[in-house]
């Protein structure tokens, strides 16, 4: 089982950058693909990005568009989401996901672990 924390939301003014962090502890960690996806307010959650467990492959929502890097140090059991040129419209809290499948990244259903979100808000 995996136990995951998010952390580095805050507010932003449009055109500026955060990083986000995602602390995970217990078992197996390296073995996991990684991923985060994010929830506005009245609108289904999203994915946004995600990683394998190798930290060489990486996968992202369209809405990205160059802005996320994602991220991963096995040694310290953290996976990071780098945000830059942020938008009003990415407004929304993250979450932080460990999923064991290979495939169906962007998919909610294959992560089995969510941490408990953080607060991004991007103003105008």
């Known amino acids: 089982q995996v136990q995951l924390v998010e952390s580095g939301g805050g507010l932003v003014q449009a055109g500026g950058s955060l990083r986000l962090s995602c602390a995970a502890s217990g078992r197996g960690f390296s073995s996991y693909v990684m991923g985060w996806f994010r929830q506005a307010p009245g609108k289904e959650r999203e994915f946004v990005a995600a990683?394998?467990?190798?930290?060489?492959?990486?996968n992202y929502g369209r809405f990205v568009q160059g802005r996320f890097t994602v991220s991963r140090d096995n040694a310290a059991n953290m996976v990071f989401l780098q945000m830059n040129d942020l938008k009003p419209e990415d407004t929304a809290v993250y979450y932080c996901a460990a999923s064991t499948w290979t495939t169906a990244w962007t998919r909610i259903d294959p992560y089995e672990y969510w941490g408990q979100g953080t607060q991004v808000t991007v103003s105008s």
């Open positions: 990683v394998s467990w190798s930290g060489d492959n990486t």
